[in-house]
């Protein structure tokens, strides 16, 4: 299938919602910044 | 080895993410940082405050920040993440 997983088990693990909440939140601020710069 | 993830300089949201990250199975690190790239990029697109070149640039920024960010926290096994101008890799 198409898209980052090519591994099954990698795919399992993001969709646990919260997962990796702190880099999503990380990355999501650096966006900001960048916006607003 | 914790102590080695602990990098004072890092700020805590950054740090939280590191742990995140090292909490990852390495196969699973860039396949997982570019799915939480794309929910970001959702999200930013979503709130609809930027169009165009601007929207272009953010999302460029996102990649690149995850594309770093094994490097920065220190990754065993994983350096980068080749999400972009890169030969299509594994991740593609």
């Not at chain 1, 880099?23 to 601020?29: E, G, N, R």
Request: glycine letters at 6%; aromatic letters at 6%; a positive charge.
């Amino acid at each position: 299938p198409a898209g980052p997983f090519r591994y099954p088990r990698c795919r399992k693990e993001f969709q646990q919602a919260q997962h990796l909440r702190a880099c999503q939140q990380w990355l999501h601020k650096q966006a900001r910044q960048s916006g607003s710069g | 080895f914790e102590d080695d993830m602990e990098n004072p300089q890092r700020p805590p949201l950054l740090q939280q993410c590191c742990n995140e990250l090292h909490q990852e199975e390495p196969l699973c690190v860039c396949p997982t940082l570019k799915g939480a790239s794309k929910a970001v990029k959702q999200q930013v697109r979503q709130q609809g405050q930027m169009q165009g070149q601007q929207m272009q640039h953010v999302i460029s920024r996102i990649y690149q920040t995850a594309t770093h960010l094994p490097r920065v926290c220190n990754i065993p096994q994983v350096s980068v993440c080749p999400f972009q101008k890169t030969t299509p890799g594994p991740y593609y």
